[in-house]
């Protein structure tokens, strides 16, 4: 099973939890920089820096930000742009 992560806590993000549950990936957590430790559909909201330390396939974007520049932010926490893709 390949593990997910979601990168910002938005409306977006609440679709796209909705429609993890139902397919074969599994949501391992949700990155953001505001409401760190905060609850989120039943998730708590991790750190950004969280990034490097958790092993994950893919890196959901659910922010209403260009992919190109939300790729550039996560370069900064070490992303590997092969993992990125958007919702």
Do not use: N, W
Not at 35 to 53: A, I, N
């Amino acid at each position: 099973m390949q593990t997910v992560v979601l990168y910002k806590a938005t409306v977006i993000a609440e679709i796209a939890v909705m429609a993890l549950q139902e397919s074969s990936l599994d949501l391992i957590g949700i990155v953001d920089e505001k409401g760190v430790g905060s609850k989120f559909l039943h998730y708590r909201v991790l750190p950004m820096d969280v990034l490097r330390q958790i092993d994950y396939d893919r890196l959901i974007i659910t922010s209403e930000d260009s992919f190109e520049k939300v790729a550039e932010h996560l370069r900064r926490y070490e992303v590997d742009e092969k993992k990125i893709c958007s919702f």
